[in-house]
């Protein structure tokens, strides 16, 4: 199959980033997007600033998805408190051969779908409480992907990449299925340093044990992540929720062969940055807490794995997201 026709559903940093990419490649894209957004990709199209220069591609934008059409591909690149909502809207871009692609932070609510072991087929209630996302959007459809970048909106329609351009995608199955095959040859052709992978949730899961600590620790100190690792006190306490994620990993086919401290290391090689949720609070925007939080208190008690220490991170940041009426 070939992906000519292209919908990022989410313009934000990321979708951003992945659409204008993809535009100057030749695909014919379009954006579901809403409001101030919605003005500034019918006037400018879909922009992202590099390095070195400012690239800009012209799409279709409309906050009605009948308006766009079926689609050979679909980015979903919103944050996890929006999919419930993009599961309900998002059936008219699918046809019966149309890839979703998941870009997202987190545990996504489709990571028992071939996977797991006596866990296979588990429904995943912090993520999907009711089924309706699942419902929304087939598991057919689906291809994994783990982003490893960093982007930032400068204004509506307009985002900023920092660093990063790595891309890790692959089907919940493990196959390598033709469509994934000639999705990695897209992004590749695109730009993006793009890796088939033969277990896409150890990917997810990989990134998952750094981010979900890391990301709300800065969302309730307002601290960059150089300053977070420099305290030792905190950086010890990020290390046992990393114990207690790893330990739940391994119950379900996940293990990880680090210890916290080898994966510190790789965060402190990316300098000194704001995480996404950091960025997401200080925009007054929703913060995603179940998907990087909640799930590993919920696979804890699914795998009987005790996370005191999770659940104190949990336990701050949903309140400190609760009184700013952002969760």
């Not at 510190?264 to 913060?287: I, W, Y």
């Not at 990087?292 to 400190?320: K, M, S, Y």
Request: proline share 5%.
């Amino acid at each position: 199959m070939s992906f000519r026709k292209v919908c990022i559903y989410g313009a934000g940093a990321i979708g951003a980033w992945l659409g204008t990419r993809l535009g100057q490649a030749g695909c014919t894209v379009s954006v579901v997007a809403r409001g101030a957004t919605l003005a500034a990709l019918q006037q400018h199209g879909l922009r992202c600033q590099f390095e070195r220069q400012t690239l800009a591609v012209p799409v279709q934008a409309s906050a009605d998805p009948a308006a766009l059409g079926v689609q050979d591909l679909v980015v979903v690149a919103v944050k996890a408190p929006a999919l419930a909502e993009v599961a309900r809207h998002i059936r008219p871009l699918l046809g019966p051969n149309t890839v979703v692609l998941t870009a997202m932070n987190g545990v996504p609510w489709w990571f028992f779908q071939g996977f797991g072991e006596k866990f296979a087929g588990t429904q995943l209630k912090a993520i999907d409480t009711k089924g309706e996302i699942a419902a929304g959007i087939p598991a057919t459809h689906i291809v994994g992907g783990v982003v490893h970048a960093s982007s930032a909106i400068v204004e509506p329609g307009l985002a900023r990449h920092h660093f990063g351009n790595r891309l890790i995608i692959g089907e919940p199955s493990g196959q390598k299925t033709e469509r994934v095959q000639q999705l990695v040859a897209l992004l590749t052709q695109a730009g993006f340093e793009t890796e088939l992978s033969a277990q896409i949730q150890k990917d997810i899961w990989y990134k998952l044990w750094g981010n979900m600590t890391v990301n709300p620790v800065s969302a309730l100190t307002g601290a960059t992540t150089d300053k977070i690792l420099d305290d030792p006190l905190v950086r010890g306490f990020i290390s046992n929720i990393m114990l207690e994620a790893k330990e739940i990993g391994a119950r379900i086919g996940i293990p990880i062969f680090q210890q916290p401290e080898n994966r510190h290391e790789v965060t402190r090689k990316l300098g000194a940055f704001k995480t996404s949720m950091l960025q997401d609070l200080e925009a007054g925007r929703p913060v995603e807490l179940d998907a990087l939080v909640t799930v590993v208190q919920e696979l804890g008690t699914l795998t009987g794995v005790p996370t005191p220490n999770t659940d104190i991170l949990l336990g701050l940041a949903r309140l400190q997201a609760r009184t700013r009426k952002l969760y």
